[in-house]
């Protein structure tokens, strides 16, 4: 099996930064697109940040500028740098990895236990 384990959450003032952090482990050959997720209440659920194994990003256009979304293939990890946090940034933040499980050779969608992040004015 594969989990994601997430860390990094927190509650930050206007204006303050976080890094979120993404492990993935278990039965893993290997990983292809990496991404970041969050959902605010009452909203749907919407990609934050996304990195191909190659290392090509792209981002929502409310981020973009302020955070960076990073990966370590070696580690099977991703990481989201967030900066210049604003309110409107609060929502719970899920990782999503598509992992080729070493049992079955065929890749599946993962998703983190999510984190919450929240931002005071």
């Known amino acids: 099996q594969v989990q994601l384990v997430e860390s990094g959450g927190g509650l930050v003032q206007a204006g303050g930064s976080l890094r979120l952090s993404c492990a993935a482990s278990?039965?893993?050959?290997?990983?292809?697109?990496m991404g970041w997720y969050r959902q605010a209440p009452g909203k749907q659920r919407e990609l934050v940040a996304s990195?191909?194994?190659?290392?090509?990003?792209n981002y929502a256009d409310s981020v973009k500028g302020r955070f960076t979304i990073s990966r370590d293939n070696a580690k099977n990890t991703v990481d989201l740098q967030m900066n210049s946090l604003k309110p409107e940034d609060t929502a719970v933040y899920y990782c999503?990895?598509?992992?080729?499980?070493?049992?079955?050779?065929?890749?599946?969608?993962?998703w983190g236990q999510g984190t919450q992040v929240t931002v005071s004015a």
């Open positions: 999503n990895l598509r992992v080729m499980d070493t049992t079955t050779l065929r890749q599946n969608g993962y």
């Open positions: 278990g039965s893993i050959f290997s990983i292809g697109a």
């Open positions: 990195i191909t194994r190659g290392g090509w990003r």
